[in-house]
């Protein structure tokens, strides 16, 4: 299977600041048709978990531009600018290149 | 607007079956891939399978021959059934539509696995 490694496990920030959560794959995620399956997803508290960004850095419908994703192969990123209150939660990460899908271990985005 | 909601029994006793329903508003199980994901106390996630438009399937190794998932079609509904439970498949169980990205998300349901 592959692993996903996503740091930092818990992420304290302050409103206004910026936050970066990173993600490593044991093996690259180019799929065979040349797209990357990486996924981000944030998991409010109560909530179940909401799709943020696909496929490395397209951000879903509805998801303000503060949030950004990049990176290629097996490094990935996703930032957040301008913390506000509902950016609060879980963060992972998810691979759907390589079958079975796995997911990062989470991190906590927490108020400083 | 596509909406999902799991449901099925919140107390499961070992070495029973966990069955869930997923029923599927706003949106025809015919088209895209239908999954399930589990969360763990403790906060991890795994991926368990899905079934696809067609009615294929593809489940997670790691539930080797203990997963089956399946659909009702006329009542727009997948279904999960995990065999041969232990405590270590307490869990909240969410489905999922998957269209490169899986969005949305039930509500999810919880799951003990306990005598």
């Known amino acids: 299977d592959v692993v996903m490694t996503q740091t930092p496990v818990s992420l304290p920030v302050s409103l206004g600041g910026q936050a970066s959560i990173s993600c490593r794959s044991s093996q690259s995620l180019v799929h065979s048709n040349g797209n990357t399956y990486l996924h981000w997803y944030l998991q409010k508290p109560g909530q179940s978990p909401q799709l943020l960004i696909y496929r490395v850095s397209n951000r879903f419908s509805g998801v303000p531009d503060r949030f950004s994703g990049s990176g290629s192969g097996t490094d990935f990123t996703l930032k957040i600018s301008r913390v506000e209150p509902e950016d609060l939660g879980d963060y992972y990460c998810?691979?759907?290149?390589?079958?079975?899908?796995?997911f990062g271990g989470g991190t906590k985005l927490e108020l400083k | 607007e596509v909406q999902l909601q799991e449901s099925g029994p919140g107390l499961v006793k070992p070495s029973q079956s966990l069955s869930l329903t997923c029923s599927v508003t706003g949106y025809s199980i015919t088209s895209n891939y239908w999954g399930w994901i589990r969360k763990f106390p403790g906060n991890k996630m795994e991926w368990m399978g899905y079934?696809?438009?067609?009615?294929?399937?593809s489940y997670n190794p790691s539930l080797k021959s203990r997963i089956s998932i399946t659909r009702d079609t006329s009542k727009n509904q997948f279904f999960l059934q995990l065999n041969s439970v232990t405590t270590e498949d307490t869990a909240t169980y969410y489905c999922?539509?998957?269209?490169?990205?899986?969005?949305?998300w039930g509500q999810g349901v919880m799951v003990t696995v306990s005598s």
């Open positions: 998810l691979q759907s290149t390589h079958f079975p899908w796995t």
């Open positions: 999922a539509r998957e269209r490169g990205g899986m969005t949305p």
């Open positions: 079934i696809s438009y067609s009615g294929s399937t």
